[in-house]
Nanobody, 115 residues
Framework: QVQLLESGGGLVQPGGSLRLSCAAS????????MGWYRQAPGKERELVAY???????NHADSVKGRFTISRDNAKNTVYLQMNSLKPEDTAVYYC?????????WGQGTQVTVSS
């Protein structure tokens, strides 16, 4: 089993920044992918960004140039730095961990971008 603990969500004004963190604990495989999805009200869950244990990253087109995913393998933690936030970024952000056998999900953290 793997547990994911997310933190860093909140309310921010348009143009502001937030940093999300997700720490994985439990049966961690050295080879894995961690990342973030988000789901806005009335919309499907969408992939925001992911990072592999070998160093590859990928970001959705909608967040490229504004969001940056990074990770600390020693801490089994992935981060999502979100800059230049827009109202359309408002959503519940879910961290995930995939060890190529199973995917685990965090409980979600709310990000609200509003003036």
């Amino acid at each position: 089993q793997v547990q994911l603990l997310e933190s860093g969500g909140g309310l921010v004004q348009p143009g502001g920044s937030l940093r999300l963190s997700c720490a994985a604990s439990g049966s961690i495989f050295s080879s894995n992918t961690m990342g973030w999805y988000r789901q806005a009200p009335g919309k499907e869950r969408e992939l925001v960004a992911y990072s592999t244990s070998t160093g590859s990253t990928n970001h959705a087109d909608s967040v490229k140039g504004r969001f940056t995913i990074s990770r600390d393998n020693a801490k089994n933690t992935v981060y999502l730095q979100m800059n230049s936030l827009k109202p359309e970024d408002t959503a519940v952000y879910y961290c995930y961990y995939n060890n190529y056998i199973r995917t685990y999900w965090g409980q979600g953290t709310q990000v609200t971008v509003s003036s």
